[in-house]
C-alpha cells in the first residue's frame, strides 16, 4: 500500500486546512487509517483516525476543530483543520493498518508539511 498525502501550506492562525491521503489500492477493507503528526522537537502523534465502520478518534488538542472522513471511491481520506493554531505546526503523515491474517501491517505516507503563522 502506498500512500501519498497532500494539502499542506502555510496559514495563519484560524485559518483551515484540508489534507488529502490517496491510496494505491482500494481502502474499503483497510481496517483503520488515520493523521499523525510531528511538530518541531516532538514526538509524532494521532491526530485523528478512522476505521473501515465509519468510527472515527481524535486527539484531544484537536476535538472540535478537526474532521476525519474516507472516501472509498476515491479511496483517499482527508483530515479538515479549523481552527489552526501554532501549536498545529508540524508534518502531517497519513498511516493505514492493514491486516492480513494473522498479522497487521503499517504503511505511512510521506507527509504534508503544515505551518501555522500567528
Known amino acids: 500500500v502506498q500512500l501519498q498525502a497532500s494539502g499542506g501550506g502555510l496559514v495563519q492562525a484560524g485559518g483551515s486546512l484540508r489534507l488529502s491521503c490517496a491510496a494505491s489500492t482500494r481502502i474499503d477493507s483497510i481496517k483503520n487509517m488515520g493523521w499523525y503528526r510531528q511538530g518541531p522537537g516532538k514526538q509524532r502523534e494521532l491526530v485523528a483516525s478512522?476505521?473501515?465502520?465509519?468510527?472515527?478518534n481524535y486527539a484531544d488538542s484537536v476535538q472540535g476543530r478537526a474532521f476525519i472522513s474516507r472516501d472509498n471511491a476515491k479511496n483517499t481520506i482527508y483530515l479538515q483543520m479549523n481552527s489552526l493554531q501554532p501549536d498545529d505546526t508540524g508534518v502531517y503523515y497519513c498511516?493505514?493498518?492493514?491486516?492480513?491474517?494473522?498479522?497487521?501491517?503499517?504503511?505511512w505516507g510521506q507527509g504534508t508539511q503544515v505551518t501555522v503563522s500567528s
Open positions: 498511516k493505514a493498518d492493514v491486516r492480513i491474517l494473522p498479522r497487521w501491517y503499517y504503511y
Open positions: 478512522i476505521t473501515s465502520d465509519g468510527i472515527t
